[in-house]
């Protein structure tokens, strides 16, 4: 029977899924800042009488 208890990660192979983790956090990170992005200009072309139609307010855009 054999086991994998004492079988060991490769060298280097923690510090490539530590590199490969920021990488994948930096992507995610600007994808959620750039859809962020996009809704505050989405709401910033909106009138102020179509913003308090969904209930929001000018300096409610900066809070998103």
């Given amino acids: 029977m054999a086991t994998t208890a ?6 280097g192979a923690a510090t490539i899924l530590h590199v490969v983790d920021a990488f994948t956090n930096v992507f995610s ?4 800042w750039n859809t962020s992005r ?4 989405a709401l910033s072309d909106l009138s102020d009488t179509q913003l308090e139609d969904i209930g929001l307010c000018r300096a409610d855009i900066e809070k998103i």
């Fill in 38 to 41: 996009k809704t505050r200009k």
């Fill in 6 to 11: 004492n079988i060991h990660a490769p060298l």
């Fill in 29 to 32: 990170n600007a994808a959620e």
